[in-house]
């Protein structure tokens, strides 16, 4: 939910860009290093640029994207989480 709408919804009287100004003042909290990863392919554009995603599953929050479906770039970012304990994986072919 976009932070005018969830201000909307709590009643704070605030305008968008005042509440768009005053987020940047909180940092953000830290996430924790994913446990459970789903490595999934998609689609910029259909037929002209695939990428692949790497999601937490346990928080479904998207980890870690990139440009290409390469096994290869997969194994380099697995080293980059050594917390991964399960992966989960579509069935495509590469």
Do not use: C, N, Q
């Not at 999601?55 to 479906?69: I, N």
Request: glycine share 4%; proline share 13%; net charge positive.
């Amino acid at each position: 939910m976009k932070p005018a709408r969830l201000a909307a919804r709590l009643t704070i009287r605030l305008r968008p860009d005042t509440l768009l100004r005053t987020l940047p003042r909180y940092p953000p909290k830290p996430v924790p290093e994913p446990r459970v990863l789903g490595v999934e392919d998609w689609v910029f554009r259909r037929g002209h640029t695939y990428s692949t995603l790497l999601v937490d599953l346990e928080r479904h929050r998207p980890v870690d994207p990139w440009p290409d479906r390469k096994a290869g770039t997969l194994a380099d970012r697995l080293k980059r989480h050594p917390t991964i304990t399960l992966i989960s994986r579509d069935r495509v072919g590469a």
